[in-house]
């Protein structure tokens, strides 16, 4: 067993582990020591290749193919130097008035995480890019939205020098989109914070971790850790964890903490999503240019979706595509006439989405579709068969039909054609990325498992920043609100350092 | 063969999901090979113990109706076995079915041979690509 010590160890390099290593990073200068314990690689920046199941092995969880328990939906999020930043799009979205309030959480007020995430916005570059860099899948979107009256929205995205590769969710190959590992985790590590990847912390104790430091494989990519590989005893006068909201709940209940806190790992939401795509008669430009440029978003207080522009790559839309066969193969054969939207759906914490673990420790994802997210997975899907038609698409797949493929002659039966009773799980593809929750900010341990500020109730060392202090869904994008919420529960540290760290 | 079942099984399955994968030759199949043992080398033994049980029944369930094992049916009825077991009343089946399907999508779409008959060409250098 080897033995390290800090001050600090930070559990995860996300949105939410690289802005508190940015935060507290200046505390390094005083002397204290501080660690970013990250589980996936840090890739060289020639490593990024854009090659879709190559990157995907190497950035995401489990090759981005994490299951719900039940197997019905795949949920995808990031395992690297960055976390899940380095994998999004950019899309970078200012919290919700009406979300913030409806959360409930004392001493969170909109206007200070509002604040936060504004100062992280023009931190991390977020601009409208400018309209020739604009494809016409997004065009597209646009134009259907428009001839519906349709109050089409432009997303901030956090790019620099962008050079339209559309390679995002690839992890950007011109290192153009400005997440935590290009930004926040530099300026951490400038200022003397430690990074240590590939470090996969299994439990934390009183004041320790333990931590296993793995090879680089043979054929794998990225740089091989800092640490030798083995196993680890960190001890460290403060922790916290952001290792996600699937594996900072499965963290706490691997190491016992359920035992106090009877609400961890509930609460779970993750916008379930659904591709949407549809057949033009001429090739458009798709795959190249920033994928993700527009949203739509009045329905999602009384439709419970939201639409965004996508762009995904040859196995995702093929597996996104329900159903097989010629009727499937068609579609693809179209690639560079077809048009997407990412249908997500609004869902509720309940009693019964959460995370757990296995009897090896794995994190487990519990989670039943809600009606009301169905009902957003349905008339998000009719709602984009509209917009498509409306911008001239020739055919449209449903997914949520017994047959997928309408034809636009069919148009005017939406409604009919698209129906809830066709949502079966396990038939419909439903995937994810935007898993919050399962750690959800409150007062008493009795209904939360941390406080406004992210100190986990009865563990004055212990705090936890990432998305899964979300008591509820955040109904868009995360990664700023995600930011801000790390900002302030480092703030607290920094200002509670002297007692934390004297004790 | 992955998932160490006669590849006549493991063919049949991708002709009827992918019909495109009828005409690959043996350097197509060695890398869709190649991509599905690199899917299921890190998934756990009871996964893939479960995608082998599924494979058979796929292969023999056919035989209580039409006589013969799925590899020896029309393309027809390949595809009846199969929606069948996509709309089946329990939800295991269909996600068993769907776990079954991503592999050969994978498999298929996740070699850059088949990107590129699609027209997929993305590349790093984006717009000036074009």
């Given at each position: 067993?080897?033995?390290?010590?800090?001050?600090?160890?930070?559990?995860g390099?996300g949105a939410g582990g690289?802005?508190?290593?940015?935060?507290?990073?200046?505390?390094?200068?005083?002397?204290?020591?501080?660690?970013?314990?990250?589980?996936?690689?840090?890739?060289?920046?020639?490593?990024?290749?854009?090659?879709?199941?190559?990157?995907?092995?190497?950035?995401?969880?489990?090759?981005?193919?994490?299951?719900?328990?039940?197997?019905?939906?795949?949920?995808?999020?990031?395992?690297?130097?960055?976390g899940?930043?380095?994998?999004?799009?950019?899309?970078?979205?200012?919290?919700?008035?009406?979300?913030?309030?409806?959360?409930?959480?004392?001493?969170?007020?909109?206007?200070?995480?509002?604040?936060?995430?504004?100062?992280?916005?023009?931190?991390?570059?977020?601009?409208?890019?400018?309209?020739?860099?604009?494809?016409?899948?997004?065009?597209?979107?646009?134009?259907?939205?428009?001839?519906?009256?349709?109050?089409?929205?432009?997303?901030?995205?956090?790019?620099?020098?962008?050079?339209?590769?559309?390679?995002?969710?690839?992890?950007?190959?011109?290192?153009?989109?400005?997440?935590?590992?290009?930004?926040?985790?530099?300026?951490?590590?400038?200022?003397?914070?430690?990074?240590?990847?590939?470090?996969?912390?299994?439990?934390?104790?009183?004041?320790?971790?333990?931590?296993?430091?793995?090879?680089?494989?043979?054929?794998?990519?990225?740089?091989?850790?800092?640490?030798?590989?083995?196993?680890?005893?960190?001890?460290?006068?403060?922790?916290?964890l952001c290792a996600g909201a699937?594996n900072t709940?499965?963290?706490?209940?691997?190491?016992?903490?359920?035992?106090?806190?009877?609400?961890?790992?509930?609460?779970?939401?993750?916008?379930?999503?659904?591709?949407?795509?549809?057949?033009?008669?001429?090739?458009?430009?798709?795959?190249?240019?920033?994928?993700?440029?527009?949203?739509?978003?009045?329905?999602?207080?009384?439709?419970?979706?939201?639409?965004?522009?996508?762009?995904?790559?040859?196995?995702?839309?093929?597996?996104?595509?329900?159903?097989?066969?010629?009727?499937?193969?068609?579609?693809?054969?179209?690639?560079?006439?077809?048009?997407?939207?990412?249908?997500?759906?609004?869902?509720?914490?309940?009693?019964?989405?959460?995370?757990?673990?296995?009897?090896?420790?794995?994190?487990?994802?519990?989670?039943?579709?809600?009606?009301?997210?169905?009902?957003?997975?349905?008339?998000?899907?009719?709602?984009?068969?509209?917009?498509?038609?409306?911008?001239?698409?020739?055919?449209?797949?449903?997914?949520?039909?017994?047959?997928?493929?309408?034809?636009?002659?069919?148009?005017?039966?939406?409604?009919?054609?698209?129906?809830?009773?066709?949502?079966?799980?396990?038939?419909?593809?439903?995937?994810?990325?935007?898993?919050?929750?399962?750690c959800?900010?409150?007062?008493?341990?009795?209904?939360?498992?941390?406080?406004?500020?992210?100190?986990?109730?009865?563990?004055?060392?212990?705090?936890v920043a990432d998305a899964s202090l979300?008591?509820?869904?955040?109904?868009?994008?995360?990664?700023?609100?995600i930011?801000?919420l790390a900002?302030?529960?480092?703030?607290?540290?920094?200002?509670?350092?002297?007692?934390?760290?004297?004790? | 063969?992955?998932?160490?079942?006669?590849?006549?099984?493991?063919?049949?399955?991708?002709?009827?999901?992918?019909?495109?994968?009828?005409?690959?030759?043996?350097?197509?199949?060695?890398?869709?090979?190649?991509?599905?043992?690199?899917?299921?080398?890190?998934?756990?033994?009871?996964?893939?113990?479960?995608?082998?049980?599924?494979?058979?029944?796929?292969?023999?369930?056919?035989?209580?109706?039409?006589?013969?094992?799925?590899?020896?049916?029309?393309?027809?009825?390949?595809?009846?076995?199969?929606?069948?077991?996509?709309?089946?009343?329990?939800?295991?089946?269909?996600?068993?079915?769907?776990?079954?399907?991503?592999?050969?999508?994978?498999?298929?779409?996740?070699?850059?041979?088949?990107?590129?008959?699609?027209?997929?060409?993305?590349?790093?250098?984006?717009?000036?690509?074009?």
């Amino acid at each position: 067993m080897n033995h390290a010590a800090y001050d600090i160890v930070i559990v995860g390099s996300g949105a939410g582990g690289g802005t508190v290593a940015q935060e507290l990073s200046p505390l390094c200068r005083q002397g204290l020591r501080i660690a970013v314990l990250e589980k996936g690689p840090r890739l060289r920046d020639d490593e990024f290749t854009g090659r879709e199941l190559e990157m995907a092995g190497a950035l995401y969880e489990d090759g981005g193919g994490f299951l719900t328990a039940d197997g019905a939906m795949t949920i995808a999020f990031g395992s690297a130097y960055g976390g899940s930043t380095v994998v999004y799009t950019g899309t970078s979205m200012l919290p919700l008035e009406r979300v913030i309030r409806r959360w409930n959480v004392p001493d969170l007020t909109h206007a200070d995480l509002d604040c936060r995430a504004r100062k992280f916005m023009a931190g991390n570059h977020a601009h409208l890019i400018e309209d020739d860099l604009i494809n016409e899948n997004n065009k597209l979107f646009v134009a259907g939205c428009r001839k519906l009256n349709y109050d089409v929205r432009q997303f901030p995205v956090n790019i620099k020098g962008c050079r339209g590769s559309g390679l995002c969710n690839l992890g950007c190959p011109n290192q153009a989109k400005q997440g935590t590992d290009r930004v926040q985790l530099p300026n951490a590590e400038r200022n003397g914070v430690e990074v240590v990847t590939r470090c996969q912390v299994l439990t934390v104790g009183q004041r320790t971790l333990s931590a296993r430091v793995s090879a680089r494989p043979a054929d794998g990519k990225g740089e091989p850790s800092t640490w030798e590989p083995g196993d680890y005893q960190i001890d460290a006068r403060i922790i916290v964890l952001c290792a996600g909201a699937v594996n900072t709940p499965a963290l706490m209940l691997r190491s016992g903490l359920g035992a106090t806190l009877p609400r961890l790992g509930s609460g779970f939401t993750t916008h379930p999503a659904m591709i949407m795509l549809a057949e033009h008669a001429r090739p458009i430009t798709n795959f190249i240019g920033h994928p993700k440029s527009y949203y739509l978003d009045q329905f999602a207080e009384t439709g419970h979706f939201v639409l965004e522009t996508c762009m995904y790559f040859p196995f995702i839309t093929a597996k996104s595509l329900a159903g097989f066969g010629e009727p499937h193969s068609a579609f693809m054969r179209a690639f560079p006439r077809l048009q997407m939207i990412l249908v997500l759906a609004g869902d509720k914490a309940d009693a019964h989405n959460r995370v757990s673990i296995d009897r090896a420790g794995k994190p487990v994802v519990e989670y039943r579709f809600q009606p009301e997210a169905i009902h957003g997975l349905v008339r998000g899907a009719i709602a984009s068969a509209r917009i498509f038609f409306a911008a001239g698409a020739v055919r449209v797949h449903m997914p949520v039909a017994s047959h997928t493929t309408i034809e636009a002659a069919d148009a005017p039966r939406l409604d009919q054609i698209a129906a809830a009773a066709e949502f079966k799980p396990g038939k419909v593809p439903v995937s994810a990325a935007h898993p919050q929750g399962g750690c959800g900010m409150g007062s008493h341990a009795r209904d939360s498992v941390t406080d406004s500020r992210g100190r986990v109730h009865g563990f004055p060392w212990l705090f936890v920043a990432d998305a899964s202090l979300f008591p509820d869904s955040l109904e868009l994008n995360p990664y700023v609100t995600i930011m801000a919420l790390a900002d302030r529960v480092a703030q607290r540290i920094r200002e509670e350092a002297p007692a934390l760290l004297g004790s | 063969m992955p998932l160490e079942l006669d590849s006549t099984i493991l063919r049949a399955l991708f002709a009827t999901i992918v019909p495109e994968s009828s005409a690959l030759d043996a350097a197509g199949w060695c890398d869709v090979e190649q991509v599905v043992a690199a899917l299921l080398r890190d998934r756990p033994e009871s996964l893939k113990r479960q995608l082998r049980i599924f494979l058979r029944a796929i292969q023999w369930l056919p035989v209580a109706r039409y006589g013969r094992p799925f590899t020896r049916l029309s393309p027809a009825h390949r595809t009846r076995v199969l929606a069948h077991l996509q709309n089946h009343r329990i939800q295991k089946v269909r996600v068993g079915f769907w776990g079954l399907r991503t592999i050969v999508l994978a498999g298929y779409y996740g070699r850059p041979a088949a990107a590129r008959a699609i027209g997929y060409t993305a590349s790093p250098r984006g717009w000036g690509a074009a």
